[in-house]
């Protein structure tokens, strides 16, 4: 069912899956403010509660080329000092809407990932690519930095110095180097992209959605530097909700029954 912007992002969900298409192919999906009020809306169906994770991928030849300069000549409007850090936050929200609703995420990339796109990507939980990519975050070139989230999200993902490296050079980087870096997850044959984010979207889904919400909650806290104390204690209160989930009974008795689980996500 195509619902929200049909020109800017198509939505569909199907068996507990959320797919968010961006939809601006002639201008390689990039971001202009447009697209990024149609992603948020989009984000925002993650709310459902029928929605257990989310695909994100993009139309056309390729993912998203980053942010449309002309957005970003207009950003903030004439009182550039007054008004831009506000409008820049706003794309931020954007931006930071898949973990702070908590559902697992998964990003199929194709084609080219720059800037706003690699930034978008990164804010997926888990990235599928084609071993033809071409990432990079490119600001530097045009005098600017990564404002969406990119530079923690990178840091988190491959460590200071390998952000420091693609961000203060604004090289690109390929499907291995960004495999081995840490910055994509599964490298296919770019063939292969769209339908293995989809196979990997649909095995989270299949399980528990208390299950996967809290390993991906718990693996963030820690990925921000959570205590581990703090952690471990934030782990057994999660685990006492799985253990009294009515998901936990059904795994039992579908490995009695030799048949797969049916997980509903009921709590006991």
């Known amino acids: 069912v195509k619902t929200m912007n049909d020109d800017l992002v198509v939505t569909a969900v199907e068996e507990g899956l959320l797919t968010i298409t961006l939809n601006r192919p002639h201008k390689r999906n990039a971001m202009s403010l447009e697209l990024f009020k149609a992603t948020g809306e989009a984000f925002d ?15 056309g030849k390729d993912f998203c080329a980053g942010i449309d300069l002309s957005s970003l000549a207009t950003l903030g409007g004439g009182d550039v000092r007054a008004d831009f850090p506000n409008a820049v936050a706003q794309l931020q929200e954007i931006y930071l809407k898949l973990e702070r609703i908590g559902k697992p995420s998964v990003c199929a990339v194709h084609g080219v990932a720059f800037g706003a796109g690699l930034q ?60 081995r870096m840490g910055l994509v997850d599964r490298v296919v044959p770019a063939a292969e992209v769209q339908s293995t984010a989809l196979e990997l979207a649909r ?23 959570q205590d581990p104390d703090e952690n471990l204690r934030d782990v057994a209160a999660a685990q006492l909700e799985c253990v009294t989930s009515r998901d936990f009974g059904e795994a039992f008795s579908a490995r009695m029954e030799g048949r797969p689980p049916a997980f509903t996500g009921q709590r006991g």
């Not at 169906?45 to 139309?59: I, N, S």
């Not at 005098?143 to 840091?155: C, K």
């Not at 460590?159 to 050079?169: E, H, N, Q, V, Y």
């Open 45 to 59: 169906r993650a709310l459902e509660p029928e929605v257990r994770v989310v695909l994100l991928r993009g139309e």
């Open 203 to 225: 095995a989270i889904a299949a399980n528990s959605p208390i299950a996967t919400s809290w390993i991906k909650r718990l693996a963030d806290q820690v990925a921000a530097g």
């Open 120 to 179: 978008l990507a990164t804010s997926c939980d888990l990235r599928v690519a084609g071993d033809n990519v071409r990432l990079g975050l490119l600001e530097v070139r045009y005098g600017i930095i990564p404002d969406l989230a990119g530079i923690h999200r990178v840091v988190q993902l491959c460590g200071p110095s390998r952000l420091k490296d693609i961000a203060m050079t604004g090289r690109e980087v390929g499907a291995e180097e960004a495999l």
